[in-house]
């Protein structure tokens, strides 16, 4: 390797007396690098003098009021990451009381932060993120009381606006321990019993709440989600079941999500009927979000609660409600030998004539059955809807080499959906998939009921005569 490459050996052989003179050099007039330099040389006096160096910076971060532009967006990035380097990197392995006083100054100076910087693109978020993610592992080492634990996490909870604490209770539990989640608790029931403040809002928006009839309990509702939602972490973090669950609301439990979680806990308690009763009050609708997490959850509790029977009667009912291949298969799977073949034919028929015609189509190609997909292609080629590409590319893809009427049948539906909406954009591939309905021509022995390749290009250019742009990529 040359001896000019740059690199750590190269650059250790100049010595250091000349590298601290090329550093001065090279830091002229870069205040960042002036700024790393100061902070390795504050790092070598010990880590006292460097968090003091490193509390000096983000007090001046935080007073810094003027707008940060594209132009010093990147500078400002880099000086936020350098400051949580330091704290985490070289402060931390020796003195964790102190970095973790820093790591959480650092976090708190988040709103100011964001006030003055565009973070469309979230990397400005992303550095207190990686702070966060870094907090509960230097509280573990740090001697945190319990108390002032619970009073500084009860205070960066309530002015959270940006996200920089996060789960912060969660964090903060094993330092909390039991004493300290127990003040935690009480300092959020004080502020439920206490008095609501007065609305702070803009006067447009209680206007606007007043003409809907909102105004005078939005903050009552309000305060009382945010009191619920911290309660539920503290309750968490004691393993509180009971407590966690019962302060969802009843449309939060009317949420299928919310509803599998609590669910998932009744579950873990060997209470299965309370899983259950959860999950009945929050059964979602056809393919709702959310719907297989449901289902798995509330298979789940019945097998274990014995009601096997139930469940697979619900397995059938998912199925012919979505056409969930795996719900199928597990239905299968229970039933007597020739039974199951009988089930599956009538499960074929159903997805054959399924309303949702690209969901029969997933079916079809995960069972996977190319004769019965290709037959409802057939069957029901008339209501193919060739703006849905992805299935019929799909389907017709999967088709063209056993099945290639059926394959050409998709491929017709979307060159004249293309067509007929004047889809430009789509108009190359409308021409591919002429060239392919090309090919399969060759391969079709019997259009049946359907019009011949050579027919259906004429009616094509008859209808379509005026759309220059597609007719100049057919070949």
């Not at 983000?58 to 707008?67: E, G, H, M, P, Q």
């Not at 932060?113 to 509280?139: N, P």
């Not at 308690?269 to 059964?283: Q, S």
Request: hydrophobic share 45%.
């Amino acid at each position: 390797m040359s001896k000019k490459t740059l690199n750590t050996a190269n650059l250790a052989a100049l010595g250091a007396e000349r590298l601290a003179e090329l550093l001065i050099e090279v830091s002229t007039g870069s205040a960042d690098m002036k700024r790393r330099l100061r902070l390795e040389l504050s790092h070598n006096l010990g880590p006292a003098e460097l968090a003091r160096d490193v509390r000096k910076r983000l007090v001046t971060i935080r007073r810094a009021k003027s707008y940060v532009g594209w132009r010093k967006r990147t500078a400002l990035i880099k000086d936020l990451r350098t400051q949580s380097a330091m704290i985490i990197d070289k402060i931390a392995p020796d003195a964790p009381a102190d970095a973790f006083d820093l790591l959480w100054e650092f976090l708190a100076l988040a709103p100011s932060v964001m006030d003055r910087v565009d973070d469309s693109k979230g990397d400005v978020g992303a550095v207190f993120a990686d702070a966060l993610a870094e907090i509960s592992q230097i509280a573990a080492r740090a001697p945190l009381d319990p108390i002032a634990l619970a009073e500084r996490t009860w205070e960066a909870v309530q002015g959270n606006t940006d996200g920089a604490f996060d789960e912060i209770i969660t964090r903060m539990a094993p330092s909390l321990g039991d004493s300290g989640l127990a003040h935690l608790k009480g300092l959020i029931q004080s502020f439920d019993a206490a008095p609501l403040d007065a609305t702070e809002d803009h006067p447009a928006l209680q206007f606007l709440r007043e003409l809907r009839g909102r105004n005078a309990n939005y903050a009552a509702q309000r305060k009382k989600r945010f009191v619920q939602m911290h309660l539920r972490e503290v309750a968490w973090a004691q393993g509180d079941t009971e407590t966690y669950i019962s302060l969802f609301s009843p449309t939060d439990l009317a949420r299928p999500t919310v509803a599998v979680e609590v669910a998932a806990l009744w579950s873990a308690a060997g209470n299965h009927d309370a899983a259950l009763d959860v999950l009945e009050g929050a059964r979602p609708k056809g393919k709702e979000a959310g719907r297989q997490a449901w289902d798995a959850a509330y298979l789940h509790a019945l097998i274990a609660s014995g009601r096997e029977d139930e469940a697979q009667a619900h397995r059938w009912r998912c199925f012919t409600e979505t056409l969930d291949p795996e719900m199928l298969r597990a239905h299968l799977k229970q039933l007597p030998d020739f039974d199951d073949l009988e089930v599956e034919e009538a499960a074929k028929a159903h997805a054959a004539t399924f309303k949702d015609l690209n969901a029969a189509i997933a079916f079809f190609l995960a069972w996977p059955d190319l004769r019965g997909l290709a037959a409802m292609i057939e069957a029901r080629a008339e209501t193919l809807n060739g703006t849905h590409v992805v299935p019929l590319s799909d389907a017709a893809d999967a088709l063209r080499a056993r099945h290639p009427l059926a394959a050409a049948l998709c491929w017709r539906a979307m060159i004249e959906a293309a067509l007929w909406e004047s889809a430009k954009s789509r108009y190359a591939q409308a021409a591919d998939h002429l060239m392919d309905c090309a090919a399969a021509d060759i391969e079709i022995e019997d259009y049946g009921a359907f019009e011949s390749h050579d027919a259906f290009v004429r009616r094509l250019r008859k209808r379509y005569a005026h759309k220059a742009g597609f007719w100049t990529r057919v070949t």
